[in-house]
């Protein structure tokens, strides 16, 4: 059982807004940045979000945000090649580790 | 541009032992904090261990706690992970990965390709 929990998956068709979520609690995503990874087809994972910022070369549909334990990732006009599984990950004080959540998978339908 | 390149994996008997190597490009290597993640056939991601930059501070996922060793030489501008003990749970994609600062508790920005690791008889 991952120390954060996902959506198992979740759908959108191309040009929609879809958001994932990320839930943890106060010793992880209440105290530290999460970052988001998008792996295609269990190849090396992408990183797509980190601290609510874009990294250099992510399109701007992507956008991120936080309230409290949850954070959440939003992809604004869905596109074909946005299909893939999505990770969150961040620090845990109190495990002393990073920890993931189990992963979205996302269809573009 | 910054590149993560790993080697070292294969075919490796359960109690066997095994060392990754984690070759950095691109960015000053002595300055970020870098990571070990793995992934098991059809599994998610993992966390493995992270070390920070002088190398003195390092922390393991309770899963390979006493079994792996991760360590880093700047002059090289290499990460290694030396994997003792290993069990058929240890069969995963082990990934590089840099910490987006010096600070091992920031996320990962850059991430190698994988190296395979199979522990079976």
């Known amino acids: 059982q991952s120390a954060l929990t996902q959506e198992a998956s979740v759908s959108g068709t191309v040009g929609q807004k879809v958001t994932l979520s990320c839930t943890g609690n106060?010793?992880?995503?209440?105290?530290?940045?999460v970052g988001w990874y998008q792996q295609i087809s269990h190849g090396a994972p992408k990183t797509v979000m980190f601290?609510?910022s874009l990294p250099s070369g992510i399109p701007d549909r992507f956008s991120g945000s936080k309230s409290g334990t949850t954070d959440s990732l939003t992809i604004s006009g869905l596109q074909p090649e946005d299909e893939a599984d999505y990770y969150c990950?961040?620090?845990?004080?109190?495990?002393?580790?990073?920890?993931f959540g189990g992963g979205t998978k996302l269809t573009v339908l | 541009e910054m590149q993560l390149v790993e080697s070292g994996g294969g075919v490796v008997q359960p109690g066997g032992s095994l060392r990754l190597s984690c070759a950095a490009s691109?960015?000053?290597?002595?300055?970020?904090?870098i990571a070990w993640v793995r992934q098991a056939p059809g599994k998610g991601l993992e966390w493995v261990s992270s070390?920070?930059?002088?190398?003195?501070?390092?922390f393991y996922a309770d899963s390979v706690r006493g079994r792996f060793t991760i360590s880093r030489d700047s002059s090289k501008n290499t990460l290694s992970l030396q994997m003792s003990s290993l069990k058929a749970e240890d069969t995963a994609v082990y990934f590089c990965?840099?910490?987006?600062?010096?600070?091992?508790?920031?996320?990962?920005?850059?991430w190698g390709q994988g190296t395979m690791v199979t522990v079976s008889s």
């Open positions: 990965a840099k910490h987006s600062s010096g600070w091992y508790t920031d996320g990962f920005d850059i």
């Open positions: 691109g960015f000053t290597f002595s300055t970020y904090a």
């Open positions: 070390i920070n930059t002088s190398g003195y501070t390092r």
């Open positions: 106060s010793n992880n995503i209440g105290s530290y940045a």
């Open positions: 601290a609510n």
């Open positions: 990950s961040t620090w845990d004080y109190s495990l002393n580790a990073h920890v």
